[in-house]
């Protein structure tokens, strides 16, 4: 019989006893002390082609996430206003696409890179950010690699990083990852997180939940920052 701590999306995929493997991670998960949110890269270019099966719309838009970004709209968009409804400090991350800012083709990931003009990257309508927040522009994975997002949650004196967007496998990840490793509490919202294909989104997943963060559901994170 599965955990709480296991009942996640994940659990419909990972046998019994490799959880038995993992017994040792089991622990209280909370959303911690003096938070901040990071919203990473939910921009236009993930929803190119509308709410689709991924199969269907990456033939026209390689780089979207059809289905998975458009279902996770209305969670995100519930955690957001939670999260200024407490007052937390937002940042928001997107792509650097400034015409001087890198040289030839490098960019991000290997994956073949395909033309895509600026406002593929401008942050999708439901998510605008406000007069406050701050929109951090990097040109790696992680939304701290390059860019001044450490240094401003170490002035605000955050604890802890709550933490949603795209894709789970990638910018999430590294971004959550360096999160950790730079000593913050990490919390990433299960139903705000999405990937391309499910099981990469679910594996994922259940990696960082026993390595470097609390993956908790929307529900709860709403209900501790209340």
């Known amino acids: 019989m599965?955990?709480?701590?296991?009942?996640?999306?994940?659990?419909?995929?990972?046998?019994?006893?490799?959880?038995?493997?993992?017994?040792?991670y089991e622990r209280e998960t909370f959303v911690g002390p003096a938070p901040a949110l990071l919203i990473?890269?939910?921009?236009?270019?993930?929803?190119?082609?509308?709410?689709?099966?991924?199969?269907?719309?990456?033939?026209?838009?390689p780089?979207?996430?059809?289905?998975?970004?458009?279902?996770?709209?209305?969670?995100t968009q519930r955690l957001i206003s939670a999260a200024r409804a407490a007052k937390l400090p937002i940042f928001y991350s997107t792509q650097d696409v400034g015409e001087h800012s890198q040289p030839g083709d490098i960019a991000?990931?290997?994956?073949?890179?395909?033309?895509?003009?600026?406002?593929?990257?401008v942050?999708?309508?439901?998510?605008?950010?406000?007069?406050?927040?701050?929109v951090i522009k990097k040109q790696r994975a992680s939304a701290f690699y390059g860019t001044p997002l450490l240094a401003h949650l170490v002035r605000l004196g955050t604890k802890a990083l709550v933490i949603c967007g795209e894709t789970t496998s990638g910018c999430?990840?590294?971004?959550?990852?360096?999160?950790?490793?730079?000593?913050?509490?990490?919390v990433i919202v299960e139903e705000c997180c999405f990937d391309?294909?499910?099981?990469?989104?679910?594996?994922?997943?259940?990696?960082?939940?026993?390595k470097y963060a609390d993956v908790m559901g929307v529900d709860d994170v709403v209900s501790q920052l209340s």
Request: aromatic share 12%; net charge negative; proline share 4%.
């Open 2 to 24: 599965k955990s709480k701590f296991e009942e996640h999306c994940w659990k419909d995929v990972v046998p019994d006893d490799v959880l038995q493997y993992y017994a040792h």
């Open 40 to 61: 990473v890269d939910l921009y236009e270019l993930a929803y190119e082609g509308g709410a689709k099966p991924v199969t269907e719309v990456t033939k026209s838009y």
């Open 63 to 75: 780089s979207s996430c059809g289905e998975h970004a458009w279902s996770a709209i209305g969670p």
């Open 108 to 121: 991000a990931t290997r994956r073949r890179q395909n033309k895509t003009s600026a406002s593929a990257f």
């Open 123 to 134: 942050i999708k309508s439901e998510f605008e950010p406000l007069p406050g927040d701050v």
């Open 172 to 186: 999430v990840r590294a971004s959550a990852v360096d999160a950790y490793s730079n000593g913050f509490h990490v």
């Open 196 to 210: 391309r294909y499910l099981l990469t989104h679910q594996i994922n997943l259940f990696d960082l939940h026993h």
